[in-house]
């Protein structure tokens, strides 16, 4: 199994700035993943953070927006650039073994841009 | 695009009783897994069943899988309080590879009444 701690818990931010979200695991492992969960909606995938090179973005979602940094296999961070009130969601780190296998979660970001 | 659909949307049942939720899925899986969520936190894994299994077992938990209907239940016996949480189900194609990713539905809210 594998730990995450993920910071902040929250923020509340002003329009037009970035946030930089960490997730720190504390073993090893593969395969890092961002998501964002709208309120009572379902996860999103933002992005697969890639250990020493950039990272694969899914549709909807791009580098200059949502940068994501993987300088090693147990910590990652996602920003969120130049927020809007539409930013405002909880982001998820979360990480596993790959091969569609189980993952772990942190305990999320939730982000209120005014 | 969401693979998963979770039925019902909700739930409430009273403390003691059984509390039954179905997910229906559109494509091959390699394996299907059940997460909960409680208020404001990250998902936990609950259970994992892959493509050739039917029931799996784990403590008051029991999920079944019938990949003729592509659809797949999940069982809290003797439900607690404690209980109340979302349910999420998510898949794996077919196809597994080590940057697989999981597709999450949209969730059930359970609600369990002391």
């Known amino acids: 199994s594998a730990v995450i701690s993920q910071k902040p818990s929250r923020d509340i931010c002003q329009r037009g700035t970035s946030l930089t979200i960490q997730c720190q695991v504390d073993?090893?492992?593969?395969?890092m993943f961002w998501y964002r969960q709208q309120p009572g909606q379902s996860l999103t995938l933002i992005a697969t953070?890639?250990?020493?090179?950039?990272?694969?973005?899914e549709s909807g979602f791009v580098i200059d927006k949502f940068p994501i940094s993987r300088p090693n296999l147990t910590f990652s961070t996602l920003t969120v650039s130049n927020m809007s009130p539409e930013d405002s969601s909880i982001y998820l780190c979360?990480?596993?073994?790959?091969?569609?296998?189980?993952?772990?979660f942190g305990s999320g970001t939730q982000l209120s841009v005014l | 695009s969401q693979q998963g659909e979770e039925d019902p949307q909700a739930l409430s049942i009273q403390e003691g009783e059984n509390a039954t939720m179905n997910c229906s899925y559109k494509?091959?899986?390699?394996?299907l897994q059940w997460y909960r969520q409680n208020s404001g936190r990250g998902l936990v894994h609950l259970i994992l069943?892959?493509?050739?299994?039917r029931e799996k077992h784990s403590g008051r938990l029991r999920v079944t899988l019938d990949t003729s209907k592509k659809s797949s239940s999940l069982l809290i016996t003797a439900s607690r309080a404690a209980d109340t949480a979302s349910y999420f189900c998510?898949?794996?194609?077919?196809?597994?590879?080590?940057?697989?990713?999981?597709?999450f539905g949209k969730g059930i809210t359970l609600s369990v009444r002391p």
């Open positions: 953070a890639n250990q020493g090179s950039e990272a694969t973005y």
């Open positions: 979360s990480a596993g073994p790959g091969g569609g296998e189980k993952l772990f």
């Open positions: 998510a898949t794996v194609p077919f196809y597994t590879g080590a940057n697989s990713k999981l597709t």
């Open positions: 069943i892959r493509s050739n299994e």
């Open positions: 073993s090893q492992v593969t395969m």
């Open positions: 494509t091959s899986i390699n394996n």
